[in-house]
């Protein structure tokens, strides 16, 4: 079955299309797109590298493009495992009836999950700067 | 998608090649940790090169 290539958001081909009400998923999906094309190109010369030491001086840039671009799926895998372990009360957008209950009845809080996806992008700016500066394999 | 290309794509990908090439970028002045750096360099191109045939082949057929 053809995959459908549009849905009550527009066309998919429209990059454009969650700008207006989800400018994080924008930006996470036009990063997701481009990430696409760009790792496979990126995995090949990575790993030629490793066998031709001439390419070894071009894998500091080709992985600082990469790390840019993967840097909203990281985020929004972290804020995932974020939402899913406390249940919904760490980014989740749940009634206020259900976060009263879910607290008073339960004693759950979101409050150990919420700084996990902010510490990861943290320590992912830190392997940055450790790039930039020092990268060689 | 099934269940076990989402889960190969999503764990085997987004989580290990990022954090295998951060584990390169912190241990780049060290010269010891060299075969380490290969090693997470071989894993990270093979994965990277998983996410990118996944990823297109989700956002193109599915």
């Known amino acids: 079955m053809e995959k459908k290539t549009y849905d009550m958001r527009g066309k998919q081909a429209n990059i454009a299309r969650l700008w207006r009400f989800d400018k994080e998923g924008f930006v996470h999906m036009v990063a997701y797109r481009a990430l696409i094309f760009y790792s496979i190109p990126y995995g090949i010369l990575l790993i030629a590298s490793l066998f031709y030491s001439n390419l070894a001086p071009y894998t500091g840039l080709l992985t600082a493009i990469f790390w840019i671009l993967i840097t909203p799926?990281?985020?929004?895998?972290?804020?995932?495992?974020?939402?899913?372990?406390?249940?919904?009360?760490?980014?989740?957008?749940?009634?206020?009836?259900?976060?009263?209950l879910s607290k008073s009845k339960y004693s759950r809080t979101g409050t150990l999950y919420k700084p996990i996806p902010y510490i990861a992008m943290i320590l992912w700016l830190a392997g940055f700067v450790a790039l930039l500066l020092w990268w060689r394999i | 998608m099934s269940a076990f290309k989402s889960m190969a794509f999503f764990y085997g990908a987004l989580a290990a090649v990022p954090i295998m090439l951060w584990m390169i970028a912190i241990t780049s002045p060290y010269p010891q940790f060299?075969?380490?750096?290969?090693?997470?360099?071989?894993?990270?191109?093979a994965g990277a090169i998983l996410f990118g045939l996944i990823g297109f082949n989700e956002v193109f057929h599915g």
Not at chain 1, 74 to 81: C, S, V
Not at chain 1, 86 to 99: D, P, Q, R, T
């Open chain 2, 34 to 45: 060299h075969l380490l750096r290969v090693a997470f360099a071989a894993l990270s191109g």
């Open chain 1, 73 to 100: 799926q990281l985020y929004e895998t972290a804020k995932a495992f974020s939402l899913i372990s406390s249940k919904g009360l760490a980014f989740g957008h749940l009634s206020e009836g259900y976060v009263y």
